[in-house]
């Protein structure tokens, strides 16, 4: 059961377990199913690595992204206001909110668009932002977590002042977990091939 590292993409098992594998290999009949020892076609591999830097590339906006207090500032600006008040309903002063700040244009509309609130949510953390906004805070730098504004607990760069920036940093958007179970996947799929016999040889299915 050793291992051999000297040529790891050809083989990762050392002579005696691949004369093992040879063994059962051509010794057991698998129920009469067949399977012979050919490497991956260099197509599949090619397609495999750009399906997942294409699915990277396309979702890189969305992973891992957390709201903040800043996202909300416009909607909660309008939420007292008299054309807000007039309306009948929460689902309708909600609505007329959200189509007013997309109608002035902003930054923010993708991820407003992605983290949608209702009308009790923003009033559930209304006057945590107006108190935030009151102590002239950094709105982006508190998350939303349920009903509650908790400053972030990212730690950045170090400013003039001696503070830390607590804003996401754009390449933390959920990819570092992911890119680590990619990893994981493709490492175990190499390990459990190259523990095999070489491609090189192929069994003659006695049976």
Known sequence: MAWKFDNPLVSLADDQQNAAARGVWEGESLGGITEDNNRLPVPVVGLLILTIVTSFLVTFPLWGQRPTAALYEDYIALMDSPQVQALPDDAKRMQYIVDTVRAKGTAKQPQ??????????????????????????????????????????????????????????????????????????CVSVIVVVKRLPPYTWQPKHKH
């Open 112 to 185: 407003l668009d992605r983290h949608p609130l209702s009308m009790d949510d923003l009033r559930l953390i209304q006057g945590q932002v107006v108190e935030l906004q009151r102590q002239g805070a950094r709105m982006e730098e508190f998350t939303v977590l349920g009903n509650r504004l908790v400053l972030a607990n990212f730690e950045g760069n170090w400013r003039a002042d001696g503070t830390r920036e607590r804003v996401q940093p754009w390449w933390d958007k959920g990819y570092t977990i992911d890119v680590f179970y990619i990893i994981a996947f």
